[in-house]
T-cell receptor, first 110, second 116 residues
Framework: SQTIHQWPATLVQPVGSPLSLECTVE??????LYWYRQAAGRGLQLLFY??????ISSEVPQNLSASRPQDRQFILSSKKLLLSDSGFYLC?????????FGQGTRLTVV | AQKITQTQPGMFVQEKEAVTLDCTYD???????LFWYKQPSSGEMIFLIY??????QNATEGRYSLNFQKARKSANLVISASQLGDSAMYFC?????????????FGKGTKLSVIP
């Protein structure tokens, strides 16, 4: 069966520090992978998606970047965090009729 | 532009009663998918139900059913026999095929509270 792992679960980082969130998928090959952000009490905003190794599409210009170094690995990064980067980050894997989410990372930038 | 609208920020329902959560969508695509997710306070997104645009019958999954009215572009979620554990945020989402991938667009959500 397909599973998706995301870590860490929570993170408190100072402004200006770097960020690296990792997501890995098991049980499938060449998945479409996604990073979403959810601000407190809001819906999900698509940040990046990837259809294959090294292929990244950005939906929203921002302080963040994404990379896909391996088929089943998707990384969200920042060189210098801003206060506005705080939120709940979710990695997702999607097929035509199914979309699976990781457990999420609650990021607080202080 | 693709859009999902959930007009109910919050809903209350008595335990064991049925409740309908509203969702309307806007797209010019002929092929699309509609999803409902439950998000408890822990934050995880739990898949509930899926409806394809070409599916003629309404989707059902246990106590969840999706009332799909294509002409009205609505995809309401019906939860029968509400339970206390149903209290959570509920998100409607639409998937469209774009540039070799599927784009999932979410509504702003409805917070459901089940009253004992």
């Amino acid at each position: 069966s397909q599973t998706i792992h995301q870590w860490p679960a929570t993170l408190v980082q100072p402004v200006g520090s770097p960020l690296s969130l990792e997501c890995t998928v098991e049980g499938t090959s060449n998945p479409n992978l996604y990073w979403y952000r959810q601000a407190a009490g809001r819906g999900l905003q698509l940040l990046f998606y990837s259809v294959g190794i090294g292929q990244i599409s950005s939906e929203v210009p921002q302080n963040l970047s994404a990379s896909r170094p391996q088929d089943r690995q998707f990384i969200l990064s920042s060189k210098k965090l801003l206060l506005s980067d705080s939120g709940f980050y979710l990695c997702a894997w999607m097929k035509p009729t199914e979309a699976f989410f990781g457990q999420g990372t609650r990021l607080t930038v202080v | 532009a693709q859009k999902i609208t959930q007009t109910q920020p919050g809903m209350f329902v008595q335990e064991k009663e049925a409740v309908t959560l509203d969702c309307t969508y806007d797209t010019s695509d002929q092929s699309y998918g509609l999803f409902w997710y439950k998000q408890p306070s822990s934050g995880e997104m739990i898949f509930l139900i899926y409806q394809g645009s070409y599916d003629e019958q309404n989707a059902t999954e246990g106590r969840y059913s999706l009332n799909f009215q294509k002409a009205r572009k609505s995809a309401n979620l019906v939860i029968s026999a509400s339970q206390l554990g149903d209290s959570a945020m509920y998100f409607c989402a639409m998937s469209l095929r774009r540039a070799g991938s599927y784009q999932l667009t979410f509504g702003k959500g409805t917070k459901l509270s089940v009253i004992p």
